[in-house]
Every structure is written in structure tokens, then in C-alpha cells.
């Protein structure tokens, strides 16, 4: 029902592939109620449903289901913090990065050199070997551009952490 539901989205019929994501999210199918939850925050949800995006998301990052664990980011800085760390362990790159910037200004999970080393290069290989996509659309930022990126604050990182 999930790829039922991604063929009439990319057909423009947004309010049948809406009603797929229901009927597969009733079954207990993590991505429909991943795409589901993401769906309940769109601003052509009129009224945004944030409540009910994030039982979505809850149901299906308890489940397992990296990129719902990734986007449960309305709740406490603490929890948000624990599923970017559950996703970034799955494989997830954004939720690399995030955890990376969680350990480095020590907001949700303790400030760690070491962590904020190990997640910059995580983040950094995976942003690299990612298929090509761009790790982030807002930034349009390509993976070999972010690569680059993270390399850069890497090594001045690690200035700071010898000269400190």
C-alpha cells in the first residue's frame, strides 16, 4: 500500500495516497506511518495536525524505522537528542550530523571531544558515499561539497583541541 500511496503522490492525487498511508498505517506499516506523521506537518495540512504527526512518528521510531526517528523532533531536547543518536546508529546521515552538533555544544547528550570526532567522520564518509544525493535540500549542499565542509570544521577542530 506504501508504494500505492508514492505513485499517486507523484501523480499530484495527494488525498487518495493520504488515504493509502491510513490504511497501511492501521496494519502497522513503519513507513506509511513514518510518511504519514512527516504528511500531518505539511503546510497543506490545513490545520497542521503536530500532535498527531508525532504518534505517527512515535509508532513507527519505536518500530525501527530510521527517518521516523530522524524527524520525531517535537519533543524535548533530551529525547530529540536519544532518536537522532537511534537514527545516526541505523545509518541515517542527517541524524549523524545532528548528533555530531548535539555532542559538540553538549545540548541533549553530554559535550565529548571524542564523540564529536567519531560523529563528524560518520557523518562526513556517509555524506560522501550517499548515493550522490544531497545531504541537505535546504542547503542544496552536495554530499562531496559536505564532505568538504566537514573536513574544513574537522580540521580546525582539532587545531582548537590541540591548542586548548
Known amino acids: 500500500m506504501v508504494d500505492a500511496s508514492l505513485l499517486y503522490w507523484a501523480l499530484g492525487r495527494i488525498q487518495e495516497s493520504i488515504a493509502f498511508y491510513c490504511k497501511a498505517a492501521d496494519l502497522s506499516d513503519p513507513a506509511a506511518r513514518c ?4 504528511t500531518c506537518l505539511q503546510p497543506w495540512t490545513q490545520p497542521p495536525k503536530p500532535k498527531e504527526a508525532v504518534r505517527w512518528l512515535y509508532l513507527a521510531s519505536i518500530a525501527g524505522h530510521i527517518r521516523a526517528q530522524y524527524h520525531i523532533c517535537n519533543l524535548s531536547p533530551l529525547e530529540q537528542a536519544r532518536w537522532y543518536l537511534q537514527a545516526a546508529e541505523g545509518g541515517y ?19 565529548s571531544y571524542r564523540q564529536t570526532r567519531k560523529w563528524m567522520k560518520r557523518a562526513a ?9 544531497a545531504l541537505f535540500s535546504v542547503c542544496k549542499l ?3 561539497d559536505f564532505f568538504i565542509y566537514l573536513s574544513s570544521c574537522y580540521h580546525y577542530f582539532f587545531l582548537f583541541c590541540i591548542y586548548t
Open 125 to 133: 564518509v556517509k555524506a560522501q558515499f550517499d548515493h550522490g544525493h
Open 142 to 144: 552536495s554530499s562531496s
Open 93 to 111: 546521515a542527517r541524524a549523524m550530523y545532528n548528533v555530531w552538533l548535539c555532542y559538540s555544544v553538549g545540548e541533549g547528550l553530554a559535550h
Open 35 to 38: 510518511n504519514l506523521g512527516i
